[in-house]
Protein backbone atom coordinates (compact mmCIF):
# COMPACT_ATOMS: atom_id res chain seq x y z
CA UNK A 1 0.00 0.00 0.00
CA UNK A 2 1.49 3.72 -0.70
CA UNK A 3 0.93 6.70 1.44
CA UNK A 4 0.25 9.93 -0.66
CA UNK A 5 2.20 12.88 1.84
CA UNK A 6 1.12 16.17 1.45
CA UNK A 7 3.63 18.47 -0.10
CA UNK A 8 5.93 20.13 2.39
CA UNK A 9 5.15 24.33 2.62
CA UNK A 10 8.81 24.54 0.66
CA UNK A 11 7.53 22.68 -2.19
CA UNK A 12 4.03 24.18 -2.27
CA UNK A 13 6.05 27.80 -2.61
CA UNK A 14 8.59 26.61 -5.37
CA UNK A 15 6.01 24.73 -7.53
CA UNK A 16 3.73 28.03 -7.49
CA UNK A 17 6.84 29.98 -8.53
CA UNK A 18 8.33 27.52 -11.32
CA UNK A 19 4.84 27.46 -12.19
CA UNK A 20 4.40 31.61 -13.05
CA UNK A 21 7.92 31.79 -14.40
CA UNK A 22 8.41 28.34 -15.89
CA UNK A 23 12.62 28.64 -14.62
CA UNK A 24 13.86 25.17 -13.56
CA UNK A 25 13.23 23.44 -9.95
CA UNK A 26 17.44 22.90 -9.58
CA UNK A 27 17.26 27.18 -9.92
CA UNK A 28 14.60 27.68 -7.23
CA UNK A 29 16.65 27.25 -4.46
CA UNK A 30 15.33 28.91 -0.57
CA UNK A 31 19.00 31.29 -1.31
CA UNK A 32 18.28 31.97 -4.92
CA UNK A 33 17.42 35.89 -5.20
CA UNK A 34 14.68 37.01 -6.99
CA UNK A 35 16.18 39.43 -9.15
CA UNK A 36 19.96 38.91 -9.06
CA UNK A 37 19.49 35.09 -9.56
CA UNK A 38 16.52 34.48 -10.82
CA UNK A 39 16.01 37.20 -13.32
CA UNK A 40 12.53 37.91 -12.45
CA UNK A 41 11.18 41.59 -12.77
CA UNK A 42 8.89 43.22 -10.66
CA UNK A 43 5.68 41.86 -12.22
CA UNK A 44 6.72 38.60 -11.82
CA UNK A 45 7.78 39.21 -8.12
CA UNK A 46 4.39 40.88 -7.92
CA UNK A 47 2.17 38.36 -9.77
CA UNK A 48 3.96 35.60 -7.34
CA UNK A 49 2.46 37.70 -4.47
CA UNK A 50 -0.84 37.13 -5.39
CA UNK A 51 -0.43 33.22 -6.47
CA UNK A 52 1.21 33.02 -2.75
CA UNK A 53 -1.58 34.98 -1.30
CA UNK A 54 -4.98 33.43 -3.06
CA UNK A 55 -3.18 29.77 -2.71
CA UNK A 56 -2.56 30.15 1.58
CA UNK A 57 -5.02 32.86 2.21
CA UNK A 58 -3.05 35.16 3.67
CA UNK A 59 -1.81 38.84 3.19
CA UNK A 60 1.28 39.30 2.31
CA UNK A 61 2.31 43.38 3.77
CA UNK A 62 3.87 45.36 0.81
CA UNK A 63 6.78 46.02 3.71
CA UNK A 64 7.22 42.22 3.64
CA UNK A 65 11.39 41.95 2.37
CA UNK A 66 11.22 39.37 -0.19
CA UNK A 67 14.08 38.89 -1.77
CA UNK A 68 14.80 35.11 -1.82
CA UNK A 69 12.69 31.96 -2.27
CA UNK A 70 13.58 31.06 0.89
CA UNK A 71 11.72 34.87 2.24
CA UNK A 72 8.51 33.36 0.67
CA UNK A 73 8.84 30.25 2.89
CA UNK A 74 10.21 31.60 5.97
CA UNK A 75 6.75 34.33 5.81
CA UNK A 76 4.43 31.72 5.00
CA UNK A 77 5.83 29.35 7.83
CA UNK A 78 5.56 31.96 10.45
CA UNK A 79 2.11 32.97 8.86
CA UNK A 80 0.57 29.41 8.95
CA UNK A 81 1.27 29.06 12.57
Not at 29 to 46: E, I, R, S
Not at 57 to 62: A, G, K, L, S
Amino acid sequence: MSILLAPSLQEQVVYHIQQRTRLPLSKLKPAAHLYQDLGLDTLQVVEIIWDLEKRFRVEIPDNVPLQTVGDFIQFLETTKK
